[in-house]
């Protein structure tokens, strides 16, 4: 059985899920500029809370993004950092992937159209359908004009629900498409795709990390001499 911990820092939100003895033991706040300051003393809370150390792990999760450029920095060098320190692998989850999670967590939705808010007019989009006991892209992950994504998705029923900011902030992206109330990504769904991934062995290497932008023009520094 395998313990596993989640860091996402990719929004405005900041939260942290452990899998431990097949249990999740989570923690979730709002922290748009004091991410650096909370996610490590939250890590340091939920180990304690659930009675396991870092030398524990087998492997340690991260937002890839897309979301908040700064976000998915800090949360995958926190990230990288820990793995380093005990030498154990990470797991890449995408950031919309984790809301389709959250909207299957709550709705036991199973299509999800998850959609952040990406600012200057645009948005992060995805389209997931829950197949075979993982999320299986239907629409490519991409960054996109709010009436672009009428022609994007491929196809939408009454059962797809809406996960993400996105939808806040355009709500009339879509017809029929159903709320799902999921507006953040949070590290306890995190952590379920991140356990399916292990299994998988769906695992990189610490030096190998890559964040997802979207954008093309922002760029990523790897660790230092790798």
């Not at 405005?12 to 909370?38: G, M, P, W």
Request: glycine share 6%; hydrophobic share 40%.
């Amino acid at each position: 059985m395998s313990t596993i911990l989640a860091i996402d820092t990719s929004t405005e939100a900041c939260s942290v899920a452990l899998f431990y003895q097949n249990e999740i033991t989570h923690d979730f706040i709002i922290s748009e500029r004091d991410h650096t300051k909370k996610i490590l003393p939250m890590v340091d809370n939920i180990l304690h809370q659930a009675g396991c150390s870092l030398s524990q792990l087998d492997a340690i999760a991260f937002a890839q993004g897309p979301g908040s450029f700064t976000g998915v920095r800090i949360g995958i060098g926190v990230a990288q950092g820990l793995a380093l320190g005990i030498d154990v692998p990470m797991i890449a989850v995408s950031t919309l992937q984790t809301l389709a999670q959250g909207a299957y967590r709550t709705k036991y939705a199973t299509k999800v159209i998850p959609a952040i808010d990406a600012r200057m007019g645009e948005v992060y989009l995805g389209q997931y359908h829950y197949q075979d006991q993982q999320w299986q892209a239907i629409t490519p992950e991409c960054v996109i004009k709010p009436e672009g994504v009428v022609t994007k998705i491929k196809s939408i029923d009454n059962e797809d629900y809406s996960a993400g900011t996105g939808w806040q902030t355009y709500p009339n992206m879509l017809a029929m498409i159903k709320p799902s109330e999921v507006l953040l990504p949070e590290a306890q769904d995190l952590v379920v795709i991140a356990q399916q991934k292990w299994l998988r062995k769906e695992v990189v290497k610490v030096e190998d990390v890559e964040p997802t932008y979207l954008r093309n023009e922002v760029t990523w520094q790897k660790l230092p001499g790798r």
